[in-house]
């Protein structure tokens, strides 16, 4: 028995099972052989460390990683990006699979640059910078694929206006990963194949307003309008071509990492602290900057945040940043003030939103890494967080980092084939043990989930 792992970065239940599934006419015949469910992703329910969460089956507080970017010690502005270094501790299922002398081809799973050694193949994924740098394992499988497609592309610019060239770029990148996941599948020897494909993230943040009418910024019959629903059938297309190479032996897995939803709006959460003096600036901005070109005013400051699909608020702590002034002894009491401000933020109509407020300690066993102090997930993630400053407003119309229209929704997808029919309650933990499971395996005792029957 062998595993195909079909990663569909940001698939949505609703879009898969229900709207677009007539249109899709290779997934909706291995969906009816399926057991399948929408998967609650983990908290954050972001691409890092989402897909981490799924390979380990261990939550992102063990890992240390919360986000893409994290603070370097307790500085202000200094920071680090996550990447496949920093999640060596626990072992990925192709590593627990090694042990057992199988093989396995790893391809754009995120954050995998730098590619690692493995029993197997691997091409890293959207975080590479280039492709002039090293991004497969083995080395010399870099020479392989710029034979067969060129030059390799790991992702696309989709914070933009250039829609045209968005599509056109968006086709090319899929259909080359697709020319390589081909040849890989037919010229590799692999027990595990598990390859990510990030366009389909892309695509629903560069277009979920041409197609979906409750979009603040709806635009009826425009040309992009079934965008959406034509990458969903390019990726349908895709999935027939490799179910032609598969065998009945091979246990065939499609899964995300989260889901989407429309984004209502972005809310700036450093003006919202520094309209309630929770953040002093030294002078007011000229123009819209990011929060370390601003001239805070420290000695006067208890908190800031970031921005991103959720906010990470820190508190300005005496004895652990530079100019904290908050004591060790007031620290729960005022992060409880600051959360039960944060729950009753309002929307830009004046209406409370429906807001997560939590700590790092409520929802991890334990915080490795630098957690934030606070995590608050704006009107159920219908709004995303802007960490900028300058806008004189707390909430935006649109996001303040680029076009995007979408938001990550708590809940991917997982199908299982074959299989027998919908479940409900699926958690993204549950995902390692099940694959390892189907292969013969069973799970180490420090994974979080549960075997999917």
Known sequence: MRALVIGWDCAVPDLLFNRFLDDLPNFKRLLKNSTYAPMESCDPPITIPAWMVMATSVNPGRHGIYGFRHRKGNSYNDIWIADSTKFKKYPKVWDILAKYGKKSCIIGLPPSYPPLPLKGCMISCFITPDAEKQYTYPPELKKEIERLVGEYIFDVEFRTDEKDALVKNLWEMTERRHEVIKYLMENKEWDLFWFVEIGLDRVQHAFWRYFDKEHHLYEPNSPYKNVIRDYYKLLDKNLGELLKIVDEDTKIFIVSDHGAKRMKGAFCINEWLIKKRWLVLKEEPKNIISLDKANIDWSKTKAWGWGGYYARVFLNVKGREENGIISR????????????????????????????????????????????????????????????????????????????????DKFGVFVMYPGNGKLDGVSIYDFAPTLLSQLGIKAPLHMEGKVIK
Do not use: Q
């Open 329 to 408: 002894e007031e620290f729960e009491k005022v992060r409880k003030e600051l959360m039960e401000e944060l729950m009753n933020a309002k929307d830009d109509r004046g209406n409370k939103m429906a807001n997560k407020v939590f700590t790092p300690e409520e929802i991890y066993p334990e915080c490795r890494g630098n957690p934030p102090d606070i995590m608050v997930y704006f009107d159920d993630l219908y709004w995303r967080s802007a960490g900028t400053i300058g806008h004189g407003k707390v909430h935006l119309e649109k996001n303040d980092t680029g076009p995007d229209d979408a938001v990550h």
